[in-house]
């Protein structure tokens, strides 16, 4: 397997991490209900499941 020869610095090391961060959830808002939920999920909301606003089951328990 392949080694280095020399040492990477802490830099050279931390230039590479940049992009490592973890971004947040977008959320938003429905407009039937007002709850917020995780953007292209559905949700679910007093018992009934709810996606892009519109009622899709009622009653609607996870298994």
Known sequence: MAHPKRRHSSARRDKR?????????????????????????AHVFEGNLYYKGKLVVESYEKA
């Open 17 to 41: 991490r940049t992009h490592d961060a973890l971004s947040t959830k977008a959320l938003s808002v429905d407009a039937s209900t007002g709850e917020i939920h995780l953007r292209h999920r």
